[in-house]
């Protein structure tokens, strides 16, 4: 499902300005919710992130464009939030929501974690803005676990409440756990280069390249310094690649990280997974050994095997979810 984005915005309303802003890539839009209480999204642009000094920036370069004045924002970032601010994971970026309020006279301004923004629009994203990976439906009476791959590896858990309450967390950072022989051997490879390996070294944009790089120097095969993308595309066109190989494991690797997210969580209601990598990656999963990786929980199989996981493929879900944060709730 693509989610609509309209053109043209209502000035004679209040205007939300929402993000949604990772370490590579930042997305800014104009929210407004509709008289029958749908969010809708205008004027979306998209930022890198290197190319600009400050978040600030980005958000005046923004307003400029547009000529426009926002009363309220909404933000999500790739990092933990510590009171007011948000203190982003791969670049040295410091946002706080009272200097947002000073800077660019918001009335409200809220910083918020990337993946709590993520899960918080994954609750209201239709059947269609999903690919059912694990048969089931989503079930929000239970803990349900949020993650994704995209510069880091982001993961949040949602509980089950009136309203329902989100959890962010930095899980990507904890030691990455390798369920095969070749993962070992990754392990080993870049434990000699990296002083920790987390989830997110290997399962994440930067750590798809990292996987690839360790299973060229294992088989002995030249490693080209391919990007992501070129490892994506490469693996695509042929089957018997290293790059097939790297991106079939990765399904995997990603299917071992949510199963454990989904005991280490209790999300007995179920797994979403979101994140830019994962959309380029979706077409290998069902090759890969993704679902007997989430599943195989030795002793604790039993508590996983009923567990539906779902994969998001709507468009600008976590500025859906970051506008949710401050729009006023539907009549």
């Known amino acids: 499902m693509q989610m609509p984005e309209p053109q043209t915005v209502d000035l004679s309303q209040e205007l939300t300005l929402v993000g949604d802003v990772g370490g590579t890539n930042c997305r800014l839009a104009l929210a407004q919710r509709t008289a029958s209480g749908n969010i809708e999204l205008h004027h979306s642009e998209r930022y890198a992130v290197a190319e600009y000094e400050h978040f600030n920036d980005v958000v005046a370069s923004y307003l400029k464009k547009y000529d426009i004045r926002a009363q309220r924002g909404a933000f999500a970032f790739a990092g933990p939030k510590f009171d007011d601010e948000i203190r982003m994971t791969n670049i040295n970026w410091i946002v706080s929501e009272d200097e947002l309020r000073r800077t660019f006279a918001l009335e409200t301004a809220v910083v918020l974690n990337d993946f709590v923004a993520m899960a918080n629009g994954a609750t209201v994203i239709p059947d269609d803005g999903f690919d059912v990976l694990i048969p089931g439906k989503v079930n929000y009476n239970k803990p349900v676990s949020v993650l994704g791959p995209g510069t880091g590896m982001g993961l949040s858990c949602i509980l089950p409440g009136r309203p329902l309450r989100i959890i962010p967390t930095e899980g990507g950072h904890t030691a990455f756990a390798p ?20 989830a997110e070294s290997l399962i994440s944009g930067p750590g798809l390249e990292r996987l690839h790089t360790a299973i060229c120097a294992i088989m002995d095969k030249p490693s080209n310094d391919l990007t992501a993308p070129e490892v994506v ?3 695509q066109l042929d089957k018997t690649s290293t790059a097939r190989i790297t991106v079939t494991q990765f399904c995997s690797m990603l299917g071992g990280f949510a199963g454990n997210a989904a005991v280490t969580q209790g999300a007995s209601g179920g797994v979403v997974i979101g994140g830019g990598v994962s959309r380029h990656i979706a077409p290998f999963i069902q090759s890969s050994d993704f679902i007997e990786r989430f599943k195989n929980r030795g002793p604790g199989s039993w508590y996983v095997k009923d567990i539906p996981v779902r994969l998001i493929r709507a468009d600008f879900v976590p500025l859906y979810g970051a506008a949710a944060m401050v729009l006023d709730a539907p009549n």
């Not at 993962?183 to 920790?196: I, K, S, T």
């Open 233 to 235: 595309t490469a693996a």
């Open 179 to 198: 369920g095969d022989e070749l993962e070992r051997d990754v392990l080993r490879y870049w434990a000699n280069r990296m002083p920790f390996v987390s």
